[in-house]
Protein backbone atom coordinates (compact mmCIF):
# COMPACT_ATOMS: atom_id res chain seq x y z
CA UNK A 1 0.00 0.00 0.00
CA UNK A 2 1.59 3.37 -1.77
CA UNK A 3 1.63 5.84 2.01
CA UNK A 4 3.08 9.58 1.64
CA UNK A 5 4.61 11.57 4.18
CA UNK A 6 5.53 15.43 4.13
CA UNK A 7 8.31 16.83 5.74
CA UNK A 8 9.77 20.23 6.46
CA UNK A 9 10.04 23.51 8.35
CA UNK A 10 6.33 24.80 9.41
CA UNK A 11 7.80 28.19 9.53
CA UNK A 12 8.91 30.13 6.91
CA UNK A 13 10.84 34.01 6.78
CA UNK A 14 8.90 36.10 3.65
CA UNK A 15 11.28 36.38 0.68
CA UNK A 16 13.24 33.14 1.39
CA UNK A 17 12.51 29.89 0.13
CA UNK A 18 10.22 26.86 1.07
CA UNK A 19 11.30 23.65 1.07
CA UNK A 20 9.66 20.24 1.46
CA UNK A 21 10.02 16.15 0.73
CA UNK A 22 7.45 14.04 0.66
CA UNK A 23 8.84 10.23 1.42
CA UNK A 24 7.16 7.57 -0.26
CA UNK A 25 6.62 4.25 1.14
CA UNK A 26 5.34 0.72 0.14
CA UNK A 27 6.50 1.79 -3.79
CA UNK A 28 9.05 2.50 -5.63
CA UNK A 29 8.81 6.26 -6.94
CA UNK A 30 10.81 5.31 -10.45
CA UNK A 31 9.16 1.81 -11.19
CA UNK A 32 5.19 3.08 -11.48
CA UNK A 33 3.70 5.30 -14.01
CA UNK A 34 2.33 7.57 -11.88
CA UNK A 35 2.06 11.58 -11.38
CA UNK A 36 3.73 12.84 -7.89
CA UNK A 37 2.32 16.51 -7.17
CA UNK A 38 2.06 19.14 -4.64
CA UNK A 39 -1.62 20.39 -3.62
CA UNK A 40 -1.73 23.37 -1.16
CA UNK A 41 -4.48 24.80 0.50
CA UNK A 42 -4.55 28.44 2.06
CA UNK A 43 -6.17 28.30 5.67
CA UNK A 44 -10.61 28.50 5.13
CA UNK A 45 -9.80 28.21 1.18
CA UNK A 46 -9.64 25.45 -1.58
CA UNK A 47 -7.42 23.45 -3.24
CA UNK A 48 -4.89 24.42 -5.74
CA UNK A 49 -2.82 22.28 -7.66
CA UNK A 50 1.28 23.75 -7.69
CA UNK A 51 2.80 21.30 -9.77
CA UNK A 52 3.90 17.79 -10.69
CA UNK A 53 6.74 15.54 -11.61
CA UNK A 54 6.36 12.06 -13.69
CA UNK A 55 7.80 9.30 -12.69
CA UNK A 56 9.97 9.97 -15.85
CA UNK A 57 11.14 13.31 -14.37
CA UNK A 58 9.11 15.46 -16.54
CA UNK A 59 8.16 18.29 -14.55
CA UNK A 60 5.19 20.38 -15.05
CA UNK A 61 3.38 23.84 -12.88
CA UNK A 62 0.62 25.76 -12.74
CA UNK A 63 1.12 28.80 -14.07
CA UNK A 64 0.21 31.35 -11.65
CA UNK A 65 3.44 29.82 -9.45
CA UNK A 66 5.92 29.19 -12.63
CA UNK A 67 8.33 31.14 -12.25
CA UNK A 68 8.71 30.03 -8.40
CA UNK A 69 8.50 26.23 -8.63
CA UNK A 70 11.04 23.86 -8.58
CA UNK A 71 9.90 20.18 -7.97
CA UNK A 72 12.51 17.13 -8.05
CA UNK A 73 12.73 14.05 -7.12
CA UNK A 74 15.46 11.63 -5.46
CA UNK A 75 15.05 8.15 -6.45
CA UNK A 76 17.94 6.84 -4.02
CA UNK A 77 15.56 7.96 -1.06
CA UNK A 78 12.12 7.33 -2.93
CA UNK A 79 11.69 11.08 -2.46
CA UNK A 80 10.27 13.72 -4.11
CA UNK A 81 10.60 17.55 -3.23
CA UNK A 82 9.28 20.82 -3.70
CA UNK A 83 11.29 24.46 -3.38
CA UNK A 84 8.86 27.84 -3.33
CA UNK A 85 11.12 30.69 -3.72
CA UNK A 86 10.51 34.33 -2.36
CA UNK A 87 7.49 33.53 -0.35
CA UNK A 88 5.09 36.07 1.34
CA UNK A 89 2.05 35.24 3.69
CA UNK A 90 -0.40 34.21 -0.09
CA UNK A 91 2.09 31.11 0.77
CA UNK A 92 1.05 30.23 4.24
CA UNK A 93 -0.82 27.40 3.61
CA UNK A 94 -1.32 23.02 4.53
CA UNK A 95 1.17 21.52 1.50
CA UNK A 96 0.36 18.36 0.50
CA UNK A 97 2.07 15.65 -1.50
CA UNK A 98 -0.21 13.33 -3.80
CA UNK A 99 0.45 10.80 -6.24
CA UNK A 100 -1.88 9.07 -9.53
CA UNK A 101 -2.49 8.82 -12.67
CA UNK A 102 -5.34 11.24 -14.15
CA UNK A 103 -6.51 11.61 -10.31
CA UNK A 104 -4.81 11.69 -7.15
CA UNK A 105 -5.89 9.04 -4.96
CA UNK A 106 -2.89 9.03 -2.70
CA UNK A 107 -2.50 11.19 -0.47
CA UNK A 108 -0.04 12.27 2.47
CA UNK A 109 -1.39 13.88 5.91
CA UNK A 110 -0.37 18.06 4.51
CA UNK A 111 2.26 19.71 6.74
CA UNK A 112 1.11 23.60 7.87
CA UNK A 113 3.45 25.72 6.49
CA UNK A 114 3.83 29.46 7.76
CA UNK A 115 5.21 32.39 6.48
CA UNK A 116 5.88 34.91 8.94
CA UNK A 117 9.20 36.77 9.92
CA UNK B 1 -6.47 28.13 -18.97
CA UNK B 2 -9.99 26.16 -17.81
CA UNK B 3 -11.91 27.72 -15.03
CA UNK B 4 -14.08 25.25 -13.13
CA UNK B 5 -17.03 26.96 -11.38
CA UNK B 6 -18.67 24.57 -8.74
CA UNK B 7 -22.08 25.44 -7.23
CA UNK B 8 -23.77 25.75 -4.33
CA UNK B 9 -20.39 26.87 -2.34
CA UNK B 10 -22.11 25.80 0.62
CA UNK B 11 -25.09 23.69 1.47
CA UNK B 12 -27.30 22.23 4.36
CA UNK B 13 -29.93 19.21 3.99
CA UNK B 14 -31.27 16.47 6.35
CA UNK B 15 -30.29 13.00 6.91
CA UNK B 16 -31.40 10.85 4.32
CA UNK B 17 -31.63 13.78 1.59
CA UNK B 18 -30.92 13.87 -2.04
CA UNK B 19 -28.03 16.27 -2.47
CA UNK B 20 -26.57 17.48 -6.01
CA UNK B 21 -23.80 19.41 -6.66
CA UNK B 22 -22.48 20.59 -10.29
CA UNK B 23 -18.98 21.49 -11.69
CA UNK B 24 -19.24 23.56 -14.87
CA UNK B 25 -16.49 23.72 -16.80
CA UNK B 26 -15.37 27.23 -18.97
CA UNK B 27 -14.94 24.81 -21.93
CA UNK B 28 -15.29 21.12 -23.29
CA UNK B 29 -13.11 18.90 -21.29
CA UNK B 30 -15.08 15.51 -22.25
CA UNK B 31 -14.93 13.44 -18.90
CA UNK B 32 -12.42 14.45 -17.89
CA UNK B 33 -13.52 15.42 -14.23
CA UNK B 34 -12.74 13.61 -10.75
CA UNK B 35 -14.60 14.64 -7.52
CA UNK B 36 -12.96 14.70 -3.77
CA UNK B 37 -14.17 14.56 -0.53
CA UNK B 38 -12.55 16.50 2.35
CA UNK B 39 -13.19 16.27 5.76
CA UNK B 40 -11.75 18.75 8.41
CA UNK B 41 -8.12 18.81 9.02
CA UNK B 42 -7.89 15.92 6.48
CA UNK B 43 -6.25 15.27 3.17
CA UNK B 44 -9.05 15.15 0.58
CA UNK B 45 -10.04 11.64 -0.60
CA UNK B 46 -10.89 10.49 -4.33
CA UNK B 47 -15.04 9.38 -4.81
CA UNK B 48 -15.43 9.68 -8.08
CA UNK B 49 -12.72 9.53 -11.42
CA UNK B 50 -13.51 10.39 -15.43
CA UNK B 51 -17.22 11.53 -14.24
CA UNK B 52 -18.82 8.55 -13.21
CA UNK B 53 -16.45 6.01 -11.80
CA UNK B 54 -16.75 5.22 -8.18
CA UNK B 55 -13.48 4.67 -6.65
CA UNK B 56 -12.65 1.46 -5.22
CA UNK B 57 -14.36 0.99 -1.50
CA UNK B 58 -16.68 4.33 -2.06
CA UNK B 59 -20.19 3.49 -0.97
CA UNK B 60 -22.79 3.40 -4.07
CA UNK B 61 -25.00 6.31 -2.41
CA UNK B 62 -21.94 8.71 -4.20
CA UNK B 63 -22.51 9.24 -7.66
CA UNK B 64 -21.26 11.28 -10.59
CA UNK B 65 -22.70 12.40 -14.12
CA UNK B 66 -21.78 14.63 -17.05
CA UNK B 67 -19.27 15.07 -19.98
CA UNK B 68 -18.47 18.16 -22.20
CA UNK B 69 -18.87 21.33 -19.80
CA UNK B 70 -21.21 20.17 -17.06
CA UNK B 71 -21.12 17.52 -14.19
CA UNK B 72 -23.54 16.79 -11.72
CA UNK B 73 -22.17 14.98 -7.95
CA UNK B 74 -24.90 13.10 -6.29
CA UNK B 75 -25.28 12.18 -2.55
CA UNK B 76 -28.32 10.10 -2.86
CA UNK B 77 -29.25 9.70 0.69
CA UNK B 78 -26.99 12.23 2.93
CA UNK B 79 -25.96 10.39 5.91
CA UNK B 80 -23.81 12.19 9.22
CA UNK B 81 -20.27 10.91 8.17
CA UNK B 82 -20.66 12.80 4.49
CA UNK B 83 -20.10 15.91 6.11
CA UNK B 84 -17.24 17.38 4.64
CA UNK B 85 -16.20 20.25 1.17
CA UNK B 86 -16.16 18.42 -1.48
CA UNK B 87 -14.25 19.43 -5.27
CA UNK B 88 -14.13 18.88 -8.51
CA UNK B 89 -11.18 18.66 -10.59
CA UNK B 90 -10.62 18.74 -13.93
CA UNK B 91 -7.59 17.24 -15.83
CA UNK B 92 -8.49 17.86 -19.80
CA UNK B 93 -5.57 19.47 -20.46
CA UNK B 94 -3.31 16.92 -18.64
CA UNK B 95 -0.83 16.66 -17.21
CA UNK B 96 -2.27 19.83 -15.10
CA UNK B 97 -5.27 20.37 -13.25
CA UNK B 98 -7.85 22.45 -11.88
CA UNK B 99 -9.92 22.32 -8.65
CA UNK B 100 -13.58 23.97 -8.36
CA UNK B 101 -13.69 26.30 -5.61
CA UNK B 102 -15.69 23.48 -3.52
CA UNK B 103 -18.72 22.72 -1.92
CA UNK B 104 -19.17 22.49 2.34
CA UNK B 105 -22.19 20.03 2.90
CA UNK B 106 -23.56 20.45 6.68
CA UNK B 107 -26.24 18.96 8.16
CA UNK B 108 -29.45 20.52 8.57
Known amino acids: QLQLQESGPGLVKPSETLSLTCTVS??????????WGWIRQPPGKGLEWIGS???????YYNPSLKSRVTISVDTSKNQFSLKLSSVTAADTAVYYC?????????WGQGTMVTVSS | DIQMTQSPSSLSASVGDRVTITCQAS??????LNWYQQKPGKAPKLLIY???NLETGVPSRFSGSGSGTDFTFTISSLQPEDIATYYC??????????FGQGTKVEIK
Open chain 1, 98 to 106: ASGGFAFDI
Open chain 1, 26 to 35: GGSISSSSYY
Open chain 1, 53 to 59: IYYSGST
Open chain 2, 27 to 32: QDISNY
Open chain 2, 50 to 52: DAS
Open chain 2, 89 to 98: QQYDNLPTWT
